[in-house]
């Protein structure tokens, strides 16, 4: 733990030591080779979380901040002085971090949107209309007993769903799932059974075509979590049915999304662009990948439980750039120690 802290220290202090513009502001706090500004103090307040920043608004408490810096800038020299600048862990990490800066320097989105021209963002209002326009749609469960218009059993069938309608609202008065039940043990709907009769959201058209105009208009008329009081009959059969919920037209002007479409796009152009620069390095480096030596690497086995945390940070395949695992702490907020002493002997 001592060993890893340091680490992480030193990285900070080859960053902060390397050569740089000068500091500026007035001086608040100086010594021993540490010196801090007000902009620098000021800079990794504004760092914190609104609710941590409004606790240092008093000049104690701002002193208590500073007094965190202070330490942390004399802990990254100690770590410096003993060599740790030069670790190889340390190296790596100072990359993690020079690779985070750069790609959020070149490769993020920073106004971006504004460049977009409003031509590229109609296009795609455009060719995209699905994610603009919807028709109010409505989820439903039934139950369904099967019979044929014209079939022999027909009028026993409607005998049997209006008794078995009547215990579905008497039972709702107790639980409120009675028909997702019933359906799985009665409907003869075997696509929705298993599901307690759950047919999904649907538009108008689609109840329509699938059960019947006299079904759809019956149950749009239906209040979410209410059941219907009559059978709903339709040319295959019948239907016990209960409303879940709706979802409402969606009509959204182009004027109305066209700030989020710009963004969209700024994104994925910059996302092409730096995986355009990635393959270029890539191709001008002619890097050669030994598979023969590849193949000896073994991968420790995970411990169980664990996920995909940890991962090396880097710009993954989309708009996010790199992001260090392991990068330099800034001060949050005034704490006993930012190293762990080590355990005496």
Request: proline letters at 6%; a positive charge.
């Amino acid at each position: 733990m001592f060993r890893r802290a340091s680490l992480v220290l030193a990285a900070a202090a080859a960053v902060a030591c390397s050569k740089g513009p000068a500091k500026k502001g007035p001086v608040v706090a100086s010594g021993g080779g540490v010196t801090i500004t007000a902009d620098e103090l000021k800079t990794r307040l504004d760092e914190q979380s609104p609710m941590i920043r409004a606790s240092f608004q008093s000049v104690d408490r701002k002193k208590q901040f500073l007094d965190n810096m202070i330490r942390f800038e004399l802990l990254a020299k100690a770590a410096e002085k003993e060599g740790l600048a030069n670790d190889p862990d340390v190296q790596f990490t100072m990359k993690k971090v020079m690779v985070s800066k750069y790609y959020q320097r070149f490769f993020q989105d920073q106004g971006g949107a504004k460049a977009v021209p409003d031509a590229e963002s109609q296009k795609y209002y455009d060719e995209h209309p699905d994610e603009f326009h919807r028709p109010a749609r409505i989820h439903l469960a039934h139950v369904f007993l099967k019979a044929e218009q014209g079939s022999p059993e027909r009028a026993k069938k409607a005998a049997e769903a209006k008794k078995l309608l009547a215990k579905i609202l008497a039972d709702e008065k107790k639980n409120p799932s009675a028909l997702s039940l019933a359906a799985r043990e009665s409907s003869e709907d075997d696509a929705t059974k298993m599901v307690g009769g759950d047919l999904a959201m649907k538009t108008e058209a689609e109840l329509t075509q699938a059960y019947g105009k006299a079904f759809s208009e019956a149950a749009l008329k239906l209040k979410d979590n209410e059941t219907s009081t009559a059978v709903l009959e339709g040319p295959h059969g019948f239907h016990l049915v209960r409303a879940l919920g709706r979802q409402p037209e969606l009509n959204r002007t182009f004027d109305e999304v066209k700030p989020q479409i710009a963004a969209r796009l700024a994104s994925q152009k910059k996302t092409k662009e730096f995986d355009e620069f990635v393959k270029k390095l890539r191709d001008d480096a002619h890097i050669q990948v030994n598979d023969k030596e590849l193949e000896k690497v073994t991968v420790a086995a995970a411990p169980a439980g664990a996920g995909m945390g940890g991962m090396m940070g880097g710009a993954p395949h989309g708009a996010m750039g790199p992001r260090p695992t392991m990068a330099a702490p800034a001060p949050a907020q005034p704490a006993p120690a930012a190293v762990p002493a080590p355990a005496k002997k």
